[in-house]
């Protein structure tokens, strides 16, 4: 049994957090923010498909809606590879803490694993913007 390297990235929006929540959790708004997803993002059954550019199609499962901010998803890859993403909005005050946990999967060199972690920021950032300024 081994585990990999993990980094949190997080960031405080000024929003409450279930606001922060059911923006985030909607996979219809997702492409606003989180450019991972690509151009758009369609419903397959109880997955989500999304196009992957140059990798292809990959598909999505989101956790289930819940009232404790988890919006944890199964991606997996074209060649059948599954990775979990650890997403979760939490409250902060009278705002919310926006947190994604990044594993540093095998493979996975240093300088790919900090730009993995730039581009989570930079999605995270968007989202903030996006609350901030009112977006529903």
Not at 39 to 51: F, K, L, N, T, Y
Not at 62 to 91: E, Q, S, Y
Request: proline content about 6%; overall charge negative.
């Amino acid at each position: 049994m081994s585990t990999y390297p993990a980094r949190i990235v997080h960031l405080s929006i000024d929003r409450p957090w279930n606001e922060v929540y059911r923006f985030a959790a909607d996979p219809l708004r997702m492409p606003r923010w989180a450019t991972g997803l690509g151009a758009g993002i369609r419903r397959s059954g109880e997955d989500w498909v999304v196009d992957g550019g140059p990798i292809g199609e990959v598909r999505v499962r989101f956790a289930i809606d819940n009232a404790f901010g988890v919006i944890d998803h199964a991606v997996t890859l074209p060649d059948g590879t599954m990775v979990h993403n650890a997403l979760r909005i939490v409250p902060n005050g009278d705002g919310a803490e926006a947190m994604f946990m990044l594993l540093k999967l095998p493979g996975t060199d240093d300088t790919a694993f900090e730009a993995d972690a730039r581009n989570v920021m930079a999605d995270l950032k968007r989202l903030k913007e996006l609350l901030e300024a009112g977006a529903n």
